[in-house]
T-cell receptor, first 113, second 112 residues
């Protein structure tokens, strides 16, 4: 069975500071990995995804994530956070031809002015 | 594409009434998912379909909940009778194979 752990429930960073959100997964084969963002009152939006190949993937809104197989991690990063990045972030793991993804519990990001 | 379309955006109903939530997935997507989100329980998968066929409904909380997908462009989630504890935001999402979900904007259900 696949599972996802997001160790940080809540993170606060200052505007302009760098950001890293942690995600650890459990899956027996090469996973499909995703990060989603949910702004207040909205549905989840796909930020980026990893299927294979280059372990550093670029996404929308200036986000990137790095797949590290040895650490079973897929951490999300952004070099300089903007106030509009305040939201909840979900990591998810899926499998080839399985359709369904398993989501983590989410990390809420607060951005201080 | 207009994305995943859910209706209504908000629904307020009295306990015991039937509630029907609707979803139009993205054309060409072969998976459709229904999720419920609350502060207490987070994001819960209720049921999902592949090519209009229900694959896993183990997340449906009770027999009061039912979901259908009569064709590739429409799905419903019905609660009958509704109870206050059903109050939540219900999301529909669709995907092409395992390539990531597109979520709708959700239906905020309040049962009073």
């Amino acid at each position: 069975a696949q599972s996802v752990t997001q160790p940080d429930i809540h993170i606060t960073v200052s505007e302009g500071a760098s950001l890293e959100l942690r995600c650890n997964y459990s899956y027996g084969a090469t996973p499909y990995l995703f990060w989603y963002v949910q702004s207040p009152g909205q549905g989840l939006q796909l930020l980026l995804k990893y299927f294979s190949g280059d372990t550093l993937v670029q996404g929308i809104k200036g986000f990137e994530a790095e797949f590290k197989r040895s650490q079973s991690s897929f951490n999300l990063r952004k070099p300089s956070v903007h106030w509009s990045d305040a939201a909840e972030y979900f990591c998810a793991v899926g499998a080839t031809n399985a359709g369904k993804s398993t989501f983590g519990d989410g990390t809420t990001l607060t951005v201080k002015p | 594409d207009a994305g995943v379309i859910q209706s209504p955006r908000h629904e307020v109903t009295e306990m015991g009434q039937e509630v029907t939530l609707r979803c139009k997935p993205i054309s060409g997507h072969d998976y459709l998912f229904w999720y419920r989100q609350t502060m207490m329980r987070g994001l819960e998968l209720l049921i999902y379909f592949n090519n209009n066929v229900p694959i896993d409904d183990s997340g449906m909380p009770e027999d009061r909940f039912s979901a259908k997908m009569p064709n590739a462009s429409f799905s419903t989630l019905k609660i009958q009778p509704s109870e206050p504890r059903d109050s939540a935001v219900y999301f529909c999402a669709s995907s092409l194979n395992s390539y990531g979900y597109t979520f709708g904007s959700g239906t905020r259900l309040t049962v009073v």
